[in-house]
């Protein structure tokens, strides 16, 4: 797992200011070891003084899978770029 970030760190002291148990904020940080995923949290926890650990989780995995989607999409994208390339080129059959 790769170190948590700045905004990831402000994100676990933005959690802990809201009355959060620390191996909660912990294991959530840990996860949204990003920039974009920890501001991601923390724009949704500001719309709310507290929310259950449980919806807090389920945002969490949200973010997450958000994420993953937009990894593989770059990732399709990339390999399309490529695949068109070798397409356009000039290649012998």
């Not at 200011?17 to 995923?37: A, S």
């Amino acid at each position: 797992m790769k170190p948590r970030t700045e905004k990831s760190m402000e994100l676990y002291d933005f959690m802990l200011r809201r009355g959060y148990p620390e191996p909660f904020c912990d294991q959530v940080t840990k996860n949204l070891n990003t920039d974009w995923t920890a501001g991601r949290m923390m724009g949704y926890l500001s719309h709310y003084k507290r929310l259950p650990m449980e919806e807090v989780a389920d945002e969490m995995l949200a973010i997450l899978s958000d994420r993953n989607r937009i990894m593989k999409k770059k990732e399709m994208e990339s390999i399309n770029a490529k695949w068109n390339e070798y397409l356009n080129s000039d290649r012998e059959d």
